[in-house]
């Protein structure tokens, strides 16, 4: 049990400050970029990836909705959530959102029930990731209208959208349902 914890707060101890500055961004990236390698050379997903999306979320996603009219802007959300997508977390999101979709996938296509665990990892991997990547193409849509034509997560958005609505009743029904929503969003949004 200690093993795995240490796994869930190794990010915590190689990024020192979670502040709304241009050092964070960088530093987050380059933790999730090697998460996503040493995936690459396991073949599973790591807890850390969870943690690491989690401390994105909170710096870039203003606790209530920002896009109800007359709400006020907290800029600082917005200046990390450029920060981190001038470094290259939109392609990141859509690599992370491709791995979630293809281990969901091939147990779905074999038939054989995930291991609660693995199962566990790969949802708190994806609603936050989805959550971010929903945010982020929100904002992009939104700034340049129809001027933003990149349809390069839709494979990945419509993959783990057709596994969801397969779930199985023994899964997390809670996680599915924000997965779902966050999908729609992330649907409506283009």
């Known amino acids: 049990r200690l093993v795995r914890l240490r796994n869930w707060f190794a990010p915590l101890l190689k990024i020192k400050s979670f502040d709304h500055t241009q050092e964070t961004a960088i530093n987050l990236i380059n933790e999730v970029k090697t998460q996503l390698n040493e995936s690459n050379t396991s073949g599973e997903l790591s ?3 969870i943690t690491l999306l989690r401390i ?3 710096l870039s996603i203003p606790p209530d909705n920002q896009f109800i009219l007359g709400a006020k802007i907290e800029l600082k959300y917005d200046y990390m959530l450029l920060k981190l997508y001038s470094n290259g977390i939109y392609s ?3 690599n992370i959102l491709e791995k979630c979709a293809d281990a969901l996938l091939r147990t ?3 038939g054989i029930p995930m291991v609660v665990h693995d199962r566990i990892v790969i949802y708190g991997i994806l ?3 989805l959550i971010v990547f929903k945010t982020l193409l929100q904002k992009l849509t939104l700034d340049r209208k129809t001027k933003f034509v990149d349809i390069t997560p839709i494979h990945a958005l419509f993959s783990i959208y057709t ?3 397969c779930a199985s009743p023994s899964t997390e029904l809670a996680d599915v349902d924000i997965i779902r929503t966050n999908l729609i969003d992330s649907f409506l949004a283009y």
Do not use: E, K
């Open 56 to 58: 994105i979320q909170y």
């Open 92 to 94: 990141l999101l859509i």
């Open 127 to 129: 609603i936050p990731a």
């Open 108 to 110: 779905w296509q074999i």
């Open 163 to 165: 596994v969801t609505l």
């Open 47 to 49: 807890p850390n990836l």
